[in-house]
DNA sequence: AAGGGAGCCTGGCGGC
DNA sequence: TGCCGCCAGGCTCCCT
């Protein structure tokens, strides 16, 4: 489910269960996901209290008392779901149905939270996801992030940084948008919807929306406002829920209802007077959804 | 050296 | 109904 949205609802989805509570114990089903989990990774969990949930891009990051901290990924179809005793009153957190545990439920977090017990169960039936360990103070330095760029979400995202991170770049605008190491936290339904509103090709070379003294063109200054713009509104529906997919605290995102090109070939084109028709175009092996008639 | 493609996995869907 | 091919929100490695 992830994209940065989906990871930050996530985050706050679990955030009531999981922050402050101890982990009493934790049940890996199997040894590895994507990798294998390391070696001392029940161990290290087991009794210890959890300080805080933190994001950083599509991570999310859980902060032990220890200062460890547990980096987890969601790939493309991880997700998590709360259990809770039926005498519990963990605050915002309401009880759902008790479902048995599944072939995709690879990690159980057993929780005693001052308010009561629950559990954190990850389900992710590709596997493309992972968990790891690293020390606080080392987050930083771990190869997942040492070469992350910017949040699109605050101020480090502005037309001046896309003009830098875009000069002389051949790429299209499409692929550099999904690289994590100029902007991290954009996939693959956020890039189309922001180059559709921006009106910007997804075909489009990068470094062609450069000017020759690195200034952003006019085409590509609001682009950094529309990107932020379409990520927090993301996150206010509560992400996308895709495929009917529950976030943690088993409601759906609804976001999906706002997309204006992902997912809608050959449905006309939304912008007022454009009169144009969506195109799913491939790029580098993933669908681009666009208007041809007003992204340019 | 940057950019494109394959590979990692499983499940759901549409077409025949 | 059944089977087959295609597609999926991510990321890394390998080849050119």
């Known amino acids: 489910m992830p994209e940065l949205p989906e990871v930050e609802t996530v985050k706050r989805g679990l955030a009531p269960v999981m922050e402050g509570a101890r982990i009493s114990h934790v049940e890996l089903r199997r040894k590895n996901l994507r990798f294998p989990f390391p070696e001392n990774f029940d161990e290290t969990l087991k009794g210890q209290k959890i300080t805080s949930l933190g994001r950083r891009a599509k991570y999310l990051l859980v902060d032990l008392e220890n200062d ?82 910017v949040e699109p979400v605050g101020n480090a995202l502005s037309s001046q940084l896309l003009a830098q991170l875009f000069t002389n770049k051949a790429a299209p605008i499409k692929a550099a948008l999904l690289d994590q190491r100029l902007i991290a936290g954009l996939g693959n ?3 189309c919807e922001a180059l559709h509103q921006a009106g910007i090709s997804p075909i489009r070379k990068a470094g062609s929306l450069v000017g020759k003294a690195g200034q952003p063109l006019k085409q590509l200054m609001p682009l950094a406002d529309i990107i932020r713009d379409v990520i927090r509104k993301a ?50 092996g993933r669908s681009s959804f666009y208007c041809p008639k007003c992204q340019k």
């Open 68 to 149: 460890v901290t547990v980096i987890m990924h969601l790939g493309m179809s991880g997700s998590f779901r709360i259990e809770v005793d039926d005498n519990s009153q963990i605050p915002g957190v309401f009880h759902h149905d008790r479902s048995k545990i599944s072939a995709h439920d690879h990690v159980i977090i057993h929780l005693d939270h001052p308010k009561g017990r629950a559990r954190i169960i990850y389900n992710d039936p590709r596997r493309f996801g992972f968990m790891d360990l690293t020390a606080r103070s080392q987050l930083e330095e771990h190869s997942f992030f040492k070469n992350l760029g």
């Open 235 to 284: 996150i206010e529906a509560g992400g996308s829920s895709l495929r009917d997919h529950r976030q943690a605290d088993g409601n759906l995102g609804y976001f999906q209802h706002q997309f204006k090109v992902y997912d809608r070939e050959d449905e006309a084109c939304s912008k007022p007077g454009c009169g144009g028709t969506i195109s799913r175009i491939v790029q580098s």
């Open 189 to 191: 339904i956020y890039v």
